[in-house]
């Protein structure tokens, strides 16, 4: 290339394009413009916003000019007219925005043309900041006929004809002067094979039908008319139906063509569509609501004859006191309006439909169709899942679900026209049955379901039907909410309740007594929201079931400290668990004739690093609620096995089993066979403790368990003996080893001779049963003698020596081992 020959000028969409590949951002004036443009720059322009937001030309080319037709010197856009200045602002402002190149077309109508030309935009910087556009067109127009384009461009077949008459002037044929693409398309025919062809020769049997008398009619008075006239389709094409609209301008006739078929068609579909339907419709007038068709659904469904319906309205089905639907809203054919109404049949006989309407034309007229699928089984269902959603199904009452929402309504802020007292000033009871688990447990859970829903009746009666509620929450768990309460009610009305439900129950012939404890909330200084007005409900329910059971308390303040404490307890708790930072210490029992230790009891203690040492009875039942005891009884055993097989051959180690470890019997059974078979500690060297309550639950299941248990060669023992009312039905049920009077009568040895004769029943009976028996919390020699003279086997007490961990026992025993005499604490 010779560098000294003028190259030519790059357009400005190439200048733009190469600047903005080779600089960051939007490309410079002086890159784009200054001395660039060449020839280019004739039909160019720049334009920048003013300070006042408009748009101003400062500079352009003669072309530019000319395309604006008028001379630039800071032009106003807002200036020109509206065909200039709307793309110049839409151009401009798409650039800015984009920033990049846009273009916008100016479009001018004049003497029945579309006169169209191009403008382009490219944003630029400017030193110092801002931006301005290049504005370019090269002036060229094109020109288009709206006439012609309109002619091509519609779907619709359009015909220009010229009359044919006869040497008298009587018409008699018309011939094509032009067409447009689609009625050659109708006709099956190339558009050039239009122009200069007959009518008669183009639409076969056209003198059959009175298509041609519309027409002369047409040209003949000048009246436009619309008519039907069937094309038949030729090579496998279908056969056309086609609706024509004439009009004339002297002798020339124009004709639109629109092909119907297709509607045909689909009202045929339609027709079917109705009067097959398996759902009931209508078509009805909009103002009278008169039926004007029905098709056989509706007949059989609603048991009206077709003419007694054809005779009715809307409003004749629709059932008494419910207006009918009415006139639809109107809209574009379309949506359909969908409303569940309630109609009556012919027999009178009300049923929930879902209605559907739609706008249609039925003939020449407007319309509606109505369709309805009848849900009144439906809505039945739905009603009864409602209905069970918020309601307990065995008592009938409302359930947590609904009381929650109850609840909330009660706290809500009071609305207009509420009065205050509706939204406050109310208690909130939580009701819990005492010995309700004994019932399920010795008389079957049948039993115990007519128990609680007698009980939820009872409650119902004790309140006011039109202003307060009894829900049952769950389980035995029951609650009520009452309005216009005071403490003094609030007081009245739960001694009621403890006394109504504690009153003897008579369920399949059994006598059945059950408690009920209560915890009382009142509105509103016990809570805001009904989560806390709930905890502290339970709370006051919880410190009434601590304090004895079959009695009420009201919320206070420092019951929330109180919880907060066993709440830390609890986390305490299962972190000992988990760390091993529980321990056992081992009580010996000694033998009353040998007066040599022959069994140690595992006592599980806590030495909690803040609190010291804390008493099995406060965590043991606190470990046996929240799920604790199965992983805690576990460590026991496994604890007490590995550390008794050091000790001498002839002690045992005597570990105590909850209740709620026989809930899972497998489980037990795995875990008492998994500690002998690790410790190595032979079965007859261990004895299992257990009180009345494990054969109290679900008796016959706990002595299979416990039958079980003993196959394996260890020792069953049962304590705390005497003091439950069917210890000696026991006895008779199971072949216990063991049995430990409860040392609540070897207090009163010496004092009460009542007392004395128990002991002496209870030795007497073990000896008769091969049973050995225990004497527990020996205290004193005197109490020691009276329990060799009544004929005790064993002692366990004070006496001889209190619990103390696995190493001091070793020494203890290492002490009393041989020495004969009776072991003594120190």
Same mark, same amino acid.
């Given at each position: ?12 969409d190439?200048?733009?394009r ?9 490309? =410079? ?9 060449g020839? /280019?720059a004739?039909?160019?322009?720049i ?9 101003v ?6 072309r ?18 509206d ?5 110049i602002?839409r ?10 190149p ?14 169209? @030309?191009?403008?382009?935009a ?7 900041g ?8 090269t ?16 779907q ?17 044929d ?7 693409e689609?009625?050659?398309?109708m ?5 050039v ?6 009518l008669n ?6 003198r ?8 002369l009619?047409?040209?003949?008075t ?8 069937? /094309?038949?389709?030729?090579?496998g094409?279908?056969?056309?139906h ?21 509607v045909?068609?689909?009202?045929? =579909? ?9 759902v009931?419709?209508w ?10 068709a ?7 469904? /609603?048991?009206?004859a077709r ?6 309205t809307l ?23 969908e409303?569940l109404?309630r ?21 020449e ?9 009848d ?9 009864r899942?409602?209905y ?5 199904t ?40 005492d010995g ?7 008389l079957?859970?049948?039993?115990g379901d ?9 409650l ?10 009894v829900a ?6 029951f ?5 216009h ?11 009621r ?6 009153r003897p ?16 909330a ?9 989560e ?13 079931k601590?304090e004895?059971?079959?009695?009420f ?23 000992a ?7 056992i ?5 000694v033998?009353?004739?040998g ?8 006592l ?27 992983a805690?009884g576990?460590w ?21 089993? @909850? ?6 019997p ?7 066979t998994?500690?002998?078979?690790r ?14 309550s494990?054969?109290?639950?679900? =008796?016959?299941?706990?002595v299979?368990?416990l ?5 394996l ?11 439950? /009312? @069917? =210890? ?23 004092v ?5 004769a ?13 049973i ?17 003279q ?20 070793q020494?203890?025993l ?13």
């Amino acid at each position: 290339m010779d560098p000294l020959r003028p190259q030519p000028a790059l357009s400005p969409d190439a200048l733009w394009r190469a600047a903005a590949r080779t600089q960051s951002g939007l490309p =410079s004036y002086e890159s784009v413009v200054l001395g660039q443009l060449g020839r /280019y720059a004739d039909g160019a322009a720049i334009a920048r916003t003013g300070t006042d937001g408009g748009i101003v030309i400062s500079w352009s080319g003669r072309r530019f000019e000319s395309w604006l037709g008028c001379e630039i010197r800071d032009l106003a856009v807002a200036s020109l007219a509206d065909d200039l200045a709307q793309p110049i602002r839409r151009a401009m402002e798409l650039a800015l925005r984009t920033r990049a190149p846009a273009s916008a077309q100016r479009n001018l109508i004049r003497a029945g043309a579309l006169e169209a @030309s191009q403008l382009l935009a490219f944003p630029l910087d400017v030193r110092g900041g801002g931006a301005v556009v290049l504005l370019f067109t090269t002036g060229e127009t094109v020109r288009t006929s709206l006439i012609d384009a309109v002619f091509q461009a519609t779907q619709h077949g359009v015909l220009v004809l010229s009359s044919t008459r006869r040497h008298d002037g009587t018409l008699v044929d018309f011939e094509i002067v032009t067409a447009n693409e689609s009625a050659a398309r109708m006709m099956g025919r190339a558009l050039v094979e239009l122009p200069g062809r007959s009518l008669n020769d183009l639409v076969p049997r056209l003198r059959e039908t009175d298509a041609l008398d519309h027409l002369l009619h047409v040209v003949r008075t000048g009246e436009r008319r619309t008519f039907d006239l069937d /094309y038949p389709g030729s090579s496998g094409r279908r056969d056309l139906h086609l609706q024509v609209e004439a009009g004339a301008i002297g002798d020339l006739l124009a004709m639109t063509l629109t092909d119907v078929g297709p509607v045909r068609e689909r009202e045929a =579909s339609y027709r079917l569509l109705f009067e097959s339907n398996p759902v009931p419709m209508w078509v009805f007038e909009p103002g009278s609501l008169r039926f004007l068709a029905v098709n056989d659904a509706a007949i059989e469904h /609603y048991g009206y004859a077709r003419d007694a319906l054809l005779r009715m309205t809307l409003a004749d089905i629709t059932a008494e006191g419910v207006p009918p639907e009415g006139e639809p809203p109107r809209r574009e054919p379309g949506p359909r309006n969908e409303a569940l109404r309630r109609h009556a049949k012919a027999d009178g006989t009300p049923i929930d439909v879902i209605t559907y309407t739609r706008d249609l034309r039925y003939g020449e007229a407007p319309a509606v169709l109505l369709a309805a699928t009848d849900v009144t089984e439906r809505r039945r269902a739905e009603a009864r899942v409602a209905y069970l959603a918020h309601h307990d199904t065995l008592t009938g009452l409302p359930n947590r679900r609904m009381f929650r929402e109850r609840l909330a309504e009660a706290l809500a802020a009071p609305e207009p026209g509420r009065r205050v007292e509706d939204a406050g000033g109310f208690g909130l009871f939580c009701i819990d049955l005492d010995g309700f688990k004994g019932v399920n447990d010795t008389l079957g859970h049948a039993v115990g379901d007519m128990l609680l829903a007698e009980v939820g009746a009872r409650l119902k009666g004790c309140l006011r039907a039109d202003r307060d509620c009894v829900a049952r929450l769950g389980g035995d768990e029951f609650a009520v909410l009452a309005a216009h309460l005071d403490p003094a009610r609030a007081a009245e009305l739960a001694r009621r309740i403890v006394e109504t439900v504690g009153r003897p129950y008579a369920v399949q012939g059994q006598d059945i007594v059950v408690g009920a404890s209560v915890g009382i909330a009142l509105a509103p200084e016990d809570g805001a929201d009904p989560e806390t007005f709930l905890r502290h409900a339970d709370m006051a329910l919880y410190r009434a079931k601590a304090e004895g059971r079959r009695r009420f308390r009201f919320f206070e303040y420092d019951m929330d400290a109180s919880l907060q404490a066993r709440r830390h307890l609890e986390h305490d708790l299962r972190q000992a668990v988990c760390t091993d930072a529980l321990a056992i210490h081992y009580q010996p029992l000694v033998g009353i004739d040998g007066g040599t230790v022959t069994v140690c009891e595992a006592l599980l203690r806590w030495p909690h690093p803040q609190r010291g040492w804390i008493s099995p009875a406060e965590f043991v039942p606190l470990a046996e609620e929240i799920g604790l005891i199965g992983a805690l009884g576990e460590w026991v055993l496994e604890r007490a096995c590995r550390e008794a097989a050091l000790w001498p051959d002839g002690v045992k180690v005597a570990v105590n089993l @909850s209740p709620m470890q026989f809930r899972d019997p497998e489980a037990l059974l795995r875990t008492v066979t998994e500690a002998l078979d690790r410790s190595g500690l032979a079965p007859g060297r261990l004895e299992l403790e257990i009180t009345e309550s494990v054969l109290l639950a679900d =008796s016959e299941a706990n002595v299979a368990a416990l039958r079980r248990l003993k196959a394996l060669g260890l020792r069953i023992a049962m304590d705390d003996f005497g003091t439950g /009312y @069917s =210890s000696l039905s026991y006895l008779h049920r199971f072949p216990f080893d063991k049995i430990k009077i409860d040392q609540s009568f070897v207090r009163e040895l010496g004092v009460s001779r009542h007392c004395s004769a128990i002991i002496q029943a209870v030795t007497s009976l073990g000896r008769s049963l091969g049973i050995t028996t225990v004497a527990e919390g020996v205290e004193t020699a005197e109490q020691f003698d009276l329990l060799r003279q009544a004929g005790c086997d064993e002692a366990q007490g004070y006496l001889f020596a209190q619990p103390m961990p696995a190493g001091e026992l070793q020494a203890f025993l290492g002490r009393k081992a041989g020495s004969g005499s009776i072991p003594r604490a120190a």
